[in-house]
């Protein structure tokens, strides 16, 4: 078996499984949402601008961590769809203010209970202590690492 750079065996070093299960989480979702016609790019479009009605196509492209050529015509096809509508922005002109439709919403609301669905499956081994903290330990984490990224900014 190989090693992490810590020595530990592959299968139990912490940032390998916080990958693993990161990727294992995303391969049962898209599993159990192909049906629905949605990509996990244009899923992540509805939560984001779910979280943030009236985001920028630049503000969405920075929560999804792609440029903004790539925002533009994932938003494009999804306009298309009838999924997305772009609003001018009232004090400035350039900026269109981006809104799910009635259709998306209704989309998002599904596929959310999918999606807590999955991750109720993926922590079903835990009872309901060890589950609450490990959702503490892991907002821990999270927040060290924004304020790492915040710092490195």
């Known amino acids: 078996m190989s090693e992490s750079p810590s020595g530990a065996p592959d299968d139990s070093y912490i940032g390998y499984m916080l990958s693993d299960v990161a990727r294992l989480m995303r391969t049962v979702f898209d599993r159990r949402v192909r049906q629905s016609g949605l990509t996990r790019a244009q899923w992540l479009v509805l939560t984001?601008?779910?979280?943030?009605?009236?985001?920028?196509?630049?503000e969405l492209?920075?929560?999804l961590e792609?440029?903004?050529?790539?925002?533009?015509?994932?938003?494009?096809?999804?306009?298309?769809?009838?999924?997305?509508?772009?609003?001018?922005?009232?004090?400035?002109?350039?900026?269109?203010?981006?809104?799910?439709?009635?259709?998306?919403?209704?989309?998002?609301?599904?596929?959310?209970?999918?999606?807590?669905?999955?991750?109720?499956?993926?922590?079903?081994?835990?009872d309901a202590r060890e589950r609450a903290q490990f959702t503490r330990l892991t907002a821990r984490?999270?927040?060290?690492?924004?304020?790492?990224?915040?710092?490195?900014?």
């Open 48 to 58: 984001r601008l779910h979280r943030r009605p009236g985001a920028s196509q630049t």
């Open 61 to 63: 492209a920075e929560m």
């Open 66 to 126: 792609i440029d903004r050529a790539s925002a533009g015509r994932m938003i494009d096809r999804m306009q298309r769809k009838g999924w997305i509508e772009r609003r001018p922005d009232r004090a400035d002109r350039r900026i269109n203010r981006l809104h799910l439709t009635r259709e998306a919403r209704k989309v998002h609301t599904r596929l959310w209970a999918i999606a807590e669905a999955t991750v109720d499956d993926a922590l079903s081994s835990l």
């Open 141 to 153: 984490v999270k927040g060290r690492l924004q304020s790492l990224a915040g710092a490195e900014s």
